[in-house]
């Protein structure tokens, strides 16, 4: 057996579950649901054993990194939403109070868009 985890979400799980060692099963003989060649021990997996901590604890191990990845991603992205909502927000203020009608007002538009916007 190979301890490179298969790609997909899925099967990385299912790997984890028939991997993840079963600490008390020491003293018990293996209830094999699987394959014994994809067992790490002797004892067999929480998958054999049914030991739902031990498989709440794989599949958290497994997806904590990814989870952590997405909520560091959320935050930047919100980050970002408030800052252009500040940036939009001044825009709007400024349009109310007749900046079209400022100097230089279409030469930055002109040079936004690279096109007369009179």
């Known amino acids: 057996m190979t ?3 298969p790609p997909s979400l899925r099967d990385r799980i ?3 579950l028939r991997t993840a060692a079963v600490p008390w099963a020491a003293t018990m003989p293996p209830i094999t649901q699987h394959g014994e060649d994809e067992h790490r021990s002797e004892t067999g997996c929480s998958l054999c054993h049914g ?3 031990s498989i709440a604890d794989a599949v958290i191990a497994l997806v904590q ?5 997405r ?5 930047r992205l919100r980050a970002e939403n ?7 927000a001044t825009l709007s203020a400024l349009h109310a109070y007749g900046v079209d ?7 930055a538009l002109r040079a936004l868009h690279g096109e007369d916007c009179d």
């Open 82 to 88: 408030e800052r252009l909502q500040a940036a939009a």
């Open 101 to 107: 009608n400022w100097d230089g007002y279409s030469d």
């Open 51 to 53: 030991d739902a901590p």
């Open 71 to 75: 909520d560091a991603e959320n935050a």
């Open 3 to 5: 301890d490179t985890p």
């Open 65 to 69: 990194p990814e989870l952590d990845a």
């Open 14 to 16: 299912e790997h984890a």
